[in-house]
């Protein structure tokens, strides 16, 4: 069935109430059969190229999840090799930041990534190593910005041939087929491509890296990229998005973030922006419209991300939700949601599509949340907002040979997912001498509401660079129309002074660090960290609740009779199924938890072994149903792990 938007809106004035009501309820379940992970797989990071993460399986339910256990434990191919390089281990050069992997599931295999580049194939219902691949990408040293790092596959098939596409390590794009762990020989050389060729000018490499996978729509596979943010130059890596035929790798587009002269946007950069400007990259995850051919990119900020007195203007298309037409690299339309950032606000996970009905009207959308807390929603093909998304005047910057923006665009619908800007009003009160403490702290810094320009000096940026929302994004439940948004109240501290490099070509070289308040406790009001629900067909937040109990067993909030609080950590990604909602909570506390949908209640958790900050995925096998999930690595050193959840 395919419905003729145009017409529906022309006419929509001239058709009764119960007719649009029951055009929207067709709408609705023909949506449904479009979304989601299919077939009890798990086929892209997000379960589907829209990123959903919905998964309509249910025979894990409220009913019995507390009976979840442990089914298998594969512990990561990697720790062969640190194993047998115990001096390079001591030293920590192949310590990974966090296993941040999201497997795939598809025709029966479980397919993963290692933070040190390798490859494998598992068993999905014991956990048995199929196959592995080490492309030894580590010999090139460690990556740029958070080192050794993995967060997964993109999968593609035209029903006869079919290839794992993996984007890591520093520069290389690979293709493996999925039968053998072997690379394709007719794809690049040897089956990689050097993603540092091709960006139209040479790059550091140091400073450029790869932490998300591609996205593939049609025969394209589309790669973004990571890189170093805070250095003492101008000069940087671009950040350029670019599209590789499946079959060969060649490259079939490139799409200029920093665009070049003559092009569109051109005039928002400063006329040599294009030679030496870096970053405006997309380091997080991508989605995709596999109906319209189109990938929605959401572009970073530019190098430095805390001063652009070298980048003056709105610099297009950094901090931008980009949508293009895949089988050309062609711009379809764009929304920018920070003009000129000096806050490091990039869009830090893939967009949501999703099929909502708004006042009657059927829209098939593209929803983005933030690190500020704003959630904008766009029509899919158009670009058109769903709600009004208003500018609003902003603080200016006093910053010598810097110019911010007048007005920055603010949505109107849905309200926001937790506070963002840093004022009295927002430091914490729990007792009137932790309140005290609080304020004398904050009154040493700069400070104000949301986007106030850093000045010289020290300065509080809330959110800071961690968000707000971050990287695993947000769930859409395509049977009710709810979207679950994860977020935790990070705030930097931001130094604006002269650089230290004497050879520096900037005026300013930001510096960032953490901030706490009185007694180690946070300077600011909780909730720490939380899981918010809107209904996206009327725009408006259903509940919100805290994830974690926080610091209520503090020493200095004993006897308050505190609710839980939220903790003070990144939580993990959430995962959606036909009956449940599970997320992981952070570095430190190291739980599963699971919530019903409807409330937000926590029904049950889990302490997990090790630290858990990826998003987990569930399928089918052998009749039963598992949620499969990324431990370890980081600082604690423990080993990287996948871990499979299933019933008895």
Not at 158 to 187: H, V
Not at 288 to 312: F, I, N, S
Not at 589 to 608: A, F, H, I, P
């Amino acid at each position: 069935m395919k419905l003729d938007f145009s017409s529906i809106r022309r006419s929509l004035s001239s058709v009764s109430l119960n007719a649009i009501v029951l055009l929207a309820c067709i709408y609705h379940v023909t949506a449904i059969a479009q979304l989601g992970a299919t077939d009890g797989e798990w086929h892209s990071y997000g379960g589907d190229a829209g990123n959903t993460k919905y998964s309509p399986l249910s025979q894990i339910n409220a009913d019995n999840v507390q009976r979840l256990q442990l089914a298998w434990t594969w512990t990561s191919v990697d720790e062969d090799i640190r194993a047998k390089n115990e001096i390079i281990r001591q030293r920590g050069s192949f310590r990974s930041y966090a296993y941040e992997v999201t497997p795939l599931m598809v025709n029966g295999v479980l397919y993963t990534t290692t933070s040190l580049g390798q490859i494998a194939a598992i068993d999905p219902a014991s956990g048995e190593t199929l196959w592995s691949f080490d492309p030894v990408l580590y010999v090139d040293g460690r990556p740029a910005v958070h080192g050794f790092m993995t967060r997964g596959l993109a999968y593609w098939s035209d029903g006869e041939e079919e290839r794992l596409f993996y984007a890591s390590g520093r520069t290389f794009l690979l293709s493996i087929d999925p039968k053998t762990g072997r690379p394709d020989p007719e794809f690049g050389s040897a089956g990689r491509v050097d993603l540092k060729k091709g960006l139209g000018r040479t790059i550091d490499p140091s400073l450029y890296a790869v932490s998300s996978p591609p996205i593939v729509v049609g025969d394209v596979v589309v790669v973004g990229s990571a890189m170093t943010e805070g250095t003492d130059f101008r000069e940087a890596p671009p950040g350029h998005v670019r599209g590789f035929n499946v079959r060969t790798g060649a490259m079939q587009w490139i799409f200029h973030t920093i665009p070049q002269p003559g092009e569109y946007g051109a005039d928002t950069w400063p006329d040599d922006a294009w030679r030496v400007t870096g970053g405006a990259n997309v380091w997080t995850l991508m989605s995709a419209d596999e109906e319209l051919g189109y990938v929605y990119l959401p572009v970073g900020t530019p190098v430095p991300d805390y001063y652009g007195g070298h980048r003056l203007g709105d610099n297009l298309f950094a901090n931008s939700l980009v949508a293009l037409d895949a089988r050309t690299g062609e711009r379809v339309w764009h929304f920018q949601f920070v003009h000129h950032s000096v806050w490091d606000y990039d869009p830090p996970a893939a967009p949501n599509l999703i099929d909502i009905v708004v006042d009657g009207r059927p829209i098939k959308a593209v929803a983005q949340i933030t690190k500020q807390g704003f959630t904008f929603v766009f029509d899919r093909a158009t670009g058109e907002p769903v709600w009004p998304i208003e500018e609003r005047p902003v603080p200016q910057s006093i910053v010598i040979g810097e110019q911010t923006a007048a007005t920055q665009p603010y949505p109107t619908k849905p309200p926001l997912f937790l506070t963002n800007g840093a004022t009295e009003d927002d430091v914490i009160d729990f007792t009137p001498a932790l309140r005290a403490q609080g304020l004398e702290i904050f009154r040493q810094y700069q400070a104000g509401p949301l986007y106030t320009p850093p000045t010289p000096g020290d300065n509080i940026i809330r959110p800071g660079w961690s968000g707000g929302a971050n990287w695993w994004g947000a769930a859409f439940d395509p049977d009710s129309g709810h979207l679950f948004v994860p977020s935790w109240a990070h705030f930097s501290l931001v130094h604006i002074n002269p650089p230290q490099d004497p050879a520096s070509d900037l005026m300013i070289r930001p510096r960032v660090r953490n901030l706490s308040g009185p007694d180690g406790l946070p300077l600011f009001k909780p909730p720490y960290s939380q899981l918010v629900a809107f209904d996206m067909n009327a725009g408006e937040k259903l509940w919100g609740v805290p994830v974690g109990e926080g610091p209520r067993d503090h020493e200095a909030l004993q006897g308050l009779e505190l609710p839980p609080l939220g903790n003070f950590e990144k939580l993990g990604g959430p995962l959606l199924t036909k009956t449940l909602l599970f997320i992981g909570q952070g570095f430190e506390t190291n739980r599963l938890g699971v919530y019903d949908k409807l409330s937000g209640e926590e029904l049950w958790w889990m302490q997990l072994p090790a630290r858990f900050h990826a998003a987990p995925i569930t399928y089918m096998a052998g009749g039963k149903q598992y949620i499969v999930l990324a431990l370890g690595g980081g600082v604690s050193g423990a080993a990287e792990r996948l871990m499979a959840l299933t019933l008895p």
